[in-house]
């Protein structure tokens, strides 16, 4: 079956533009993450959509960073006058709560430079 | 706060030998995943461990769960080329939440 989708695959963008990224998840996910990878690094958790709460934006760097969520659908994560430490990649993960385990399947990254 | 450990951050390994890559986390947690990222590529789910004494094999690879010393391994039997890779294991903290460790990254030397 479909698993989870991101796009743009790569984008680069000049300081202090906008980006958007998209996450499409598993249908019938109802958890989604969004990650940031810098490189050689590991995993830093910016956000957590479950359902129709309110979601968990503990993770979110600063002001600039925001994301929003269409259901149990669709996600974006959109970033305000980007700064070249926003440079990684941007991971979205989706997970079935409803499951004996909370298991996330990864999609393929969104790998953003900005010059 | 949790924070997850792994070590080594680094291994370089013969084909054929075995070694053992631990993860130490610092907070109560019954649940632990093990994960592994390609270069330029997304990271695939490897195993997951629900509970305390959990162990899980999948060809070379075995995982192990303690909880009580706040530890889990994932042993490598007879590297082969196919396993280089950057490995990590993730904690959850309370529900939902994931932290994810440093990873280790793997090179099997021929």
């Known amino acids: 079956g479909a698993g989870v989708s991101q796009s743009p695959s790569n984008k680069v963008t000049e300081k202090g533009k906008d980006v958007e990224l998209r996450c499409d998840p598993i249908?019938?996910?109802?958890?989604l993450y969004w990650y940031r990878q810098r490189l050689g690094q590991g995993l830093e958790f910016l956000i957590y959509?479950?359902?129709?709460?309110?979601?968990?934006k503990s993770g979110l760097p600063s002001d600039r960073f925001s994301a929003e969520r269409t259901g149990e659908s669709v996600s974006t994560l959109t970033i305000q006058r980007t700064q070249q430490e926003d440079s990684a990649v941007y991971l979205c993960?989706?997970?079935?709560?409803?499951?004996?385990?909370?298991?996330?399947?990864f999609g393929p990254g969104t790998r953003l430079t900005v010059t | 706060e949790l924070k997850v450990e792994q070590n080594p951050l680094f291994l370089s390994m013969q084909e054929g030998k075995n070694y053992t890559i631990y993860c130490n986390y610092s907070t109560t947690s019954d649940r632990l995943y093990w994960y592994r990222q390609d270069p330029g590529k997304s990271l695939e789910s490897l195993f997951v461990?629900?509970?305390?004494?959990a162990v899980k094999q999948e060809g070379r690879l075995m995982a192990s769960l303690d909880t009580k010393a706040r530890l889990s391994t994932l042993h490598i039997t007879a590297a082969v080329h196919d396993l280089s890779a950057t490995y990590f294991c993730?904690?959850?903290?309370?529900?939902?939440?994931?932290?994810f460790g440093t990873g280790t990254r793997l090179k099997v030397l021929a």
């Open positions: 249908s019938g996910h109802t958890a």
């Open positions: 993730a904690v959850e903290k309370g529900t939902y939440k994931y932290i």
């Open positions: 959509f479950q359902g129709n709460s309110a979601p968990d």
């Open positions: 993960a989706s997970s079935d709560s409803g499951g004996a385990s909370y298991e996330q399947y």
């Open positions: 461990l629900l509970s305390n004494g």
